[in-house]
């Protein structure tokens, strides 16, 4: 559980200040500071405290920078271990264990010789209520913070100069522990603009695992946002902001198996992932999108034009590995496609999209040939592996088996064989796991198959002539 600072003991220094007052429970200072000068004050962090939020507002364009040092005073101004950055706005200096170690920190407040006048600041230590939110920094794990049913807690987010968006994530387990006996518990999220009790930029309610997202052109650039939590029940919940809210995939060539233009998770928080897609033409005219997950659970889907946040045209949500194959009639050469990732917390995948890998067999080997199998085939998470061969001048008898297992075969001529309509594919075989292809359908050329199986699912399947014997 986070616990907050309790104690502050604090000294003033500066060009007139010489006060040193303790102050238990305090969750801010004032004071006022003239171009150049600075106040100082001094804090003891015990051995159970894990985070520390400095905050201090600017007045009337006025800001000024916060510097923090551990264990003596600083000589001057340019004597810190950490410090905020700086600009004419809202300073905020965050810290947590195992940075934040038991000792007595020294903190200034200092402002700028060129600043415009006096700032008369309020320097707010974190309480984690509507009036003194916690600074919540973009990419850092705010994690099992205990909260009572119907009660509130607030952040502010940090943000950058530049945005690519906001993606929040909040998830919950039952209180003082790991995970969840049965059911998570409940918790709403609000995303907040102006103040912690500002108007709701988005929100979701009685959720155990909550996605907001706010896209660049609606990040704001003189407000700040704020995050606001109420438990519907006694719970601990983990907080995340990541600070992107579209990533990009590139399409991926079709050239290996495994994929050469993969994402892997961005982070370990879970929750919903959105990627953004420029579709191409290629020679099989078939389209995969694969998430092979390695660890806990994920799901995938998929819309052109528009973001799945909710429903989406193509989906899968198996256990395990997800993906699907499109054909050639369900998309083009240039089009903009959204996919969306969800996944349990602590989950790990990887994902790509793009043309299809197909084994190539080379000629079709002879019946009594050594070179005509293809071993420890492995499908892929889109549910689909794929050879091609070629057919020579002449060619008799073409014979095609599975060692044994019975998983659906298609045959397709010059593109790979899809089961998505009967359109897609030239034959099949459903039930048996072997076939035997003749003229006057069997002419020289390429071919294309398709075995169809659960992502993981290993295989052998067998491509050569069928022997032709005379009496």
């Known amino acids: 559980m986070m616990k907050k600072l309790a104690t502050w003991v604090v000294c003033l220094a500066g060009l007139v200040l010489g006060l040193c007052v303790s102050n238990t429970n305090a969750a801010s200072w004032s004071g006022t500071n003239n171009p150049g000068e600075y106040k100082e004050y001094n804090f003891v962090v015990s051995g159970g405290d894990t985070d520390l939020s400095l905050i201090v507002p600017d007045v009337n364009g006025v800001s000024s920078q916060i510097i923090l040092k551990q264990g003596s005073a600083p000589v001057d101004n340019n004597d810190y271990d950490y410090i905020s950055s700086a600009g004419t706005n809202e300073q905020i200096l965050t810290l947590s264990a195992p940075s934040l170690v038991a000792d007595t920190w020294y903190v200034r407040v200092v402002t700028a010789s060129g600043a415009s006048g006096p700032h008369s600041f309020t320097l707010y230590q974190d309480v984690n209520e509507a009036a003194t939110p916690t600074a919540l920094a973009l990419k850092t794990a705010h994690a099992n913070v205990d909260l009572d049913i119907n009660q509130w807690d607030y952040y502010r987010i940090v943000t950058p100069a530049v945005s690519q968006g906001l993606r929040i994530v909040m998830s919950t387990e039952d209180q003082g522990a790991t995970g969840c006996a049965a059911a998570c518990p409940k918790a709403d999220v609000y995303l907040r603009q102006g103040s912690p009790t500002g108007a709701d930029v988005s929100s979701v309610l009685n959720g155990s695992l909550s996605t907001l997202t706010l896209d660049t052109a609606s990040m704001p650039t003189d407000t700040p946002l704020y995050i606001a939590v109420k438990a519907d029940a006694s719970l601990r919940y983990n907080l995340y902001v990541d600070d992107k809210f579209m990533r990009y995939l590139t399409w991926d060539d079709g050239s290996t198996l495994a994929g050469s233009s993969n994402k892997t998770q961005p982070d370990l928080q879970g929750g919903s992932y959105f990627f953004r897609i420029t579709s191409q033409s290629v020679a099989t005219n078939a389209w995969r999108t694969a998430l092979k997950v390695t660890g806990g659970e994920a799901a995938v889907f998929l819309n052109k034009d528009n973001i799945p946040f909710s429903s989406a045209t193509y989906s899968s949500a198996n256990t395990g590995s997800d993906g699907f194959v499109l054909d050639e009639t369900k998309f083009a050469d240039g089009q903009t496609w959204y996919i969306r990732v969800d996944a349990q917390p602590g989950s790990t995948w990887s994902l790509l999209s793009g043309a299809v890998y197909v084994n190539d067999l080379g000629n079709l080997a002879a019946y009594n040939s050594s070179a005509s199998s293809a071993t420890n085939i492995e499908v892929g998470p889109e549910g689909m592996s794929f050879f091609k061969t070629q057919i020579g001048v002449g060619t008799k008898a073409w014979r095609l088996h599975l060692a044994g297992d019975t998983y659906p075969m298609y045959v397709d001529k010059n593109e790979v ?55």
Not at 417 to 446: F, I, R
Not at 455 to 471: A, K, L, N
């Open 417 to 471: 064989p899809l089961p998505s309509a009967v359109s897609q594919y030239d034959k099949a075989e459903l039930t048996t796991g072997q076939m035997l292809l003749v003229p006057t359908y069997l002419t020289s050329g390429t071919y294309y198959m398709g075995v169809v199986a659960n992502p993981g699912t290993v295989f052998s399947f067998d491509s050569r002539q069928q022997e032709i014997r005379t009496p």
